[in-house]
């Protein structure tokens, strides 16, 4: 599996390292002191010393000065809302963003290249992903202007001429997740830029560098301060960051933990706007009149798609036990089947975990569940070479073990039976999560029963197929500690406005006034136009 560097196919390699010198800040590349970070693949070579993680390049250090010096300039180009963007016409952010995509594309080997390089994400993922994301702001810019051509009239009511839009929240801190780190980043960057906001932007730790292709693009589309980037450690640029006062929005995927304790670090924290998208312990119910080669082909794919390592992943198989060793059986030989190897290889779907503290964890998990009477089924399941983890089905979890409750977002597969289906039902009913659950059955009565209570425990059930994201016009959000706000096309760019109006009396003098402002041009928000 693991190759020499001189062995790695020359088609899939890095030309050169990424040396990523300075960052974008207030529409420059700045530098500040500290020494560059080095950036490691999950990709492990062989060499003399054994496997060594492949050296990708550096980034900058980051801290505090760098963090104050990104945060004033959002602050200074939002301008308390004066600036030249959050006052800006809808048409002129839309031509914006229209021109940032198009020379995001122009560097989309390069993006793809280092997405796979950087997290270890299969190559034809990485590309699914750079297009799928082109595609998200495509239909971003579609929805805006079907928005906003709806809000291109006046209504009067009650001898009142209102006229609503939809505003900008201010300066927004957004920072996305490794295992998405383009697409699931710009699901919060892009509808926060476009509907006006000021951005203070953190990457995540792993996924830093292909960001760095896309730096010019940003810097040539938008207007100087409206897009700034910042590195360091997250415990001490971010609660500087929102210690400050002055982020109005903090948009984050990642950890609840994380979450409630950021939130906390805003001295106003009722002024603080939050669209978080957090853990998700989802769940698979497969019954007795299940089509088992459906359910066990979309809970394998469902579970360990890039090594489990998604949100919407499944991350526990609850299966009726009058169909469980079938079930297993059958799961067992698809495992079997499942190619593991490098990124780049084709059809790949097990590749290396971003770091050896990720491999660790995932060890822990499986140490627990065998300490508390747990097998692993699978053959060289939780072997570990390198970076590597070999996907393992863990059975019969139960709720002694930490894999019954805790998200681990990776590449196991935990497996509890159940005799009556209000267990499955508790299960979901009782976890802190209420993102998606999967249902397995081919029986109208059934599904029909158990969707009514499901709907008020989670946001999305899947009904014989896995747990997901997409479409995304479809909303993606979730119940209790796994989500705050919407992320879908239309629901993003509410997320990140406010409804604001002007009205004034139905009266001549009323008419005539909002009849020379309009004819004048006078005021971006106050006007009648169509945008094609």
Not at 359 to 367: A, E, F, G, L, N
Request: overall charge neutral; aromatic content about 8%; hydrophobic content about 40%.
């Amino acid at each position: 599996m693991f190759l020499t560097m001189d062995n790695i196919p020359e088609e899939v390699r890095l030309s050169e390292p990424i040396t990523l010198c300075s960052t974008l800040i207030g529409g420059e590349y700045q530098k500040f002191p500290g020494d560059p970070v080095t950036v490691y693949s999950p990709v492990c070579a062989k060499t003399d010393n054994g496997l060594q993680q492949i050296v990708l390049g550096s980034r900058p250090a980051g801290g505090v000065e760098e963090a104050q010096a990104a945060l004033m300039a959002a602050v200074t180009a939002y301008n308390e809302g004066r600036g030249k963007w959050a006052t800006a016409t809808v048409g002129y952010r839309i031509a914006c963003m229209e021109r940032f995509t198009n020379l995001m594309i122009e560097v989309r080997d390069k993006v793809v290249r280092i997405l796979m390089w950087e997290i270890g994400k299969s190559l034809s993922d990485s590309e699914k992903e750079f297009d799928r994301t082109v595609n998200y702001i495509r239909s971003t810019i579609s929805a805006l202007k079907e928005l906003d051509n709806s809000n291109s009239r006046f209504q009067i009511v009650e001898g009142v001429i209102g006229q609503v839009r939809r505003t900008p929240l201010g300066v927004v801190l957004v920072m996305g997740p490794y295992n998405y780190p383009l697409n699931e980043t710009f699901a919060l960057l892009i509808p926060a830029l476009i509907m006006g906001n000021a951005v203070v932007f953190k990457p995540p730790r792993f996924g830093s560098l292909l960001f760095a292709p896309l730096l010019e693009a940003f810097r040539t589309a938008f207007p100087p301060g409206i897009f700034n980037v910042v590195y360091g450690k997250g415990e001490v640029v971010v609660p500087l960051l929102l210690e400050s006062g002055q982020i109005n929005t903090l948009a984050l995927i990642g950890s609840s933990k994380v979450a409630g304790h950021l939130k906390k670090l805003h001295p106003k924290i009722n002024q603080l706007r939050a669209i978080l998208g957090l853990d998700a312990k989802n769940a698979a119910i497969v019954l007795p009149d299940a089509d088992l080669d459906l359910a066990v082909s979309e809970c394998l794919v469902g579970s360990l798609s890039f090594n489990g390592q998604r949100c919407t992943a499944l991350k526990i198989l609850l299966v009726h036990r009058s169909i469980i060793d079938e079930f297993l059986e059958k799961l067992l030989h698809a495992i079997s089947k499942m190619k593991i190897g490098m990124p780049w290889e084709r059809q790949v779907m097990i590749t290396p975990l971003p770091s050896q503290a990720k491999v660790k964890q995932m060890r822990d998990y499986i140490d627990d569940a065998i300490g508390h009477g747990a097998r692993i089924l699978n053959e060289g399941g939780g072997d570990i070479a390198g970076t590597f983890f070999m996907p393992a089905i863990v059975y019969p979890v139960t709720p002694s073990m930490r894999l019954y409750r805790e998200e681990q977002f990776g590449p196991i597969v935990p497996v509890t039976p159940f005799d009556d289906i209000e267990e499955a039902l508790a299960y979901v009913r009782t976890s802190e999560h209420g993102q998606q659950v999967s249902i397995f059955s081919e029986s109208p009565e059934i599904v029909g029963r158990l969707v009514d209570p499901l709907v008020n425990q989670v946001c999305r059930v899947n009904i014989n197929s896995q747990c997901q994201r997409g479409p995304d016009i479809f909303p993606f959000t979730g119940r209790k500690d796994s989500a705050e706000g919407t992320l879908s096309v239309t629901d993003a760019l509410r997320s990140f406005s406010i409804r604001s109006m002007i009205a004034t009396k139905d009266s001549t003098a009323g008419k005539a006034l909002l009849g020379s402002i309009l004819h004048e041009r006078t005021s971006n928000f106050i006007n009648t136009g169509f945008i094609f």
